[in-house]
């Protein structure tokens, strides 16, 4: 796991205006930076960047959050990846802790694959542009196809040359080891003697989530019975095929802006797209999809647009695979191309906009679509009718969540509908499966536990675990956040994060801090607010230790609540604290970073103030029980202390007291 000195490091770089920067034009002002938010579409900006606070936040889509959380968001980066982006990005050496050296030689050689597939990508690219070959035959090809140069430099297509070791020659000269070579199936071995893998083909690197060349494809341009049509790499430390999706760099955004990915077989049909201004589109690389394919479009949506080529003699296979698709809960429809087009072809022939009507116009749902090609198959046949109807009672039941109960139970009014069986007997059934689906989850966990079996996540901390998990899945903070009873407690908590250290009187070297820890009541036990409870502690233990913590060590914090508190607080507009003020309490409040000392003082007086009337409440309610006249006696001598202590509060008396 990274290291908290790494870490603390990390944190006291970053520039939120500079991280946000990268990623939407930001205009200055006043104070703070003005965008289009790049959460949602918008013609007028309504996303700003507030440096002094370290925050963004939009005021059309309500997105807000912190550097990391804005790259977690935007890049749909987990929470380590974010900090290593951004480590890379200040030149900040990542330090793990409790690695082992097998974990941190496996690092090293992920870090070297990384570095070899770079300086292939530059090579092909080079050799494309600037050589006569290139451009004779690699260059030609992509034309012929219909690519422009812009769109061959986006997607960094290159081309190897028609020699036996020009590409290997080149890469040992530079030092790079041998062996790595061959790992990532550039170099290969034949008659001891090494050579380059993909000569005379054309080169299509593929690229992670983050930009990084994983591999490559190469495709073959002279028809040769003896060679693949493609050449891909081998998988290795750093490409696992079956994790990986063509495009999706590309294409993330446009994804999670339109709530859509479209599903296609090949690079080719995906550049295409691109180029035609479709980028919400990713590639199989002609696979069937994985789970892990599968979750990494759920990261960006739950719908799902498969387009199908119109003569794949593989697409009932293809549905058969889709159930997992049902399974992660992503809403599944299918299109096909007509005859003997793909979607590279089709979308040259009748142009951007004509392909997305026809995309609207011809979506199929997934469900539907199997039972319909499925009837065909099964023809008069019962055995494979009453096949049919299990398969497709399994596939219901693998619409389980329970968001997801109306749309489960129209499934089977429609499909007992079409297949002309009654409808309770498929809820039977599909219950029947659910039941099954169950004890088997039941059945492997009691394994895993009999084994112990480690987490996934092992290597990281429970701090980071939870956070990256709560950052992962859109967790936040409850609504109660916004409960009016508890504008008081942030208040105190903002006050806290922005002057804790400002001085609170010129006489004396006494902060903000000294004096809201030194009057007589414990702050952390007057707040209802379990989070602010727990910001209020620890800052105060940091306090106690002469080691006075500034926003960013909250505003980064491991717990996940307690950043998205930060946030919300640090967003927060200075406002009244309550319209009941100046009516309830006669105390005049005044707001912002030239009047922090009023704030603290009317703050800290409002959160007293309602202690003491709590106890009034209380006292008197214990007064009316009692029967006891020396209790009574009692009673109202602490009404009277009360009452009196309520008056010197209100008119502002005894709150600049040091004890």
Known sequence: MISQQTIQQILARIDIVEIVGNFVKLKKRGANYLGLCPFHNEKSPSFTVTPSKEIYKCFGCGASGNAIKFLMEHEKYSYVEALRWLAQRYDVTVEETEVSAEVKQQQQLADSLYIINNFAREYFSNTLFNTEEGQNVGLSYFEERGFTQETIRKFQLGYSLNAWDAFTKAALAKGYNLEYLQKTGLVTIRNEQPGDNYRGRVVFPIHNQSGKVLGFGARILVKNDRAPKYVNSPENEIYVKNRVLYGTYFARHAI????????????????????????????????????????????????????????????????????????????????????????????????????????????????????????????????????????????????????????????????????????????????????????KKEQQFSRDQEKNAPSQDDDLSPEAIAAMEAMENGGGVSDNFFNPDERQERELVKILLRFGDKPFSEEDQNTVADYIFRLPYDFESLADNEIVKRILREYKQMYDEDNLPDKKWFLYHSDHDVTAMVVQIMEDKEAELSPKWKEEFEIDTVYGDNAYLKDTISTTNYLMLRKIRKMIIENQQELEKSTDFEAQINCMKMHKHLKQLENELTNGLGTVIFR
């Open 256 to 439: 999670d802006k339109l709530n859509e990915c479209l599903l296609v077989e090949g690079y080719t049909d995906v550049i295409s797209l691109h180029q035609a201004g479709i980028e919400n589109v990713v590639a199989s690389s002609g696979t069937s999809l994985t789970q892990h394919q599968l979750r990494l479009i759920k990261k960006y949506t739950n719908n799902l647009t498969i387009l199908f080529d119109g003569d794949n003699a593989g697409v009932k296979a293809a549905l058969r695979g889709l159930d997992m698709a049902i399974e992660e809960g992503l809403n599944v429809k299918l299109v096909l191309i007509p005859d003997k087009e793909d979607p590279d072809s089709y979308v040259q022939k009748i142009g951007a906009e004509a392909f997305r009507q026809f995309i609207a116009d011809n979506k199929q749902d997934f469900i539907l679509f199997k039972l319909q090609i499925s009837m065909q198959d099964a023809g008069n046949d019962t055995t494979k009718k009453s096949q049919l109807v299990n398969e497709i009672a399994e596939t219901i039941a693998k619409i389980d969540k329970t968001e997801d109960f109306t749309r489960q139970q129209d499934y089977i009014r429609q499909c007992s509908q079409v297949l002309k069986i009654d409808e309770q007997g498929l809820i039977n059934l599909v219950n029947k499966f659910i039941r099954e689906k169950l004890q």
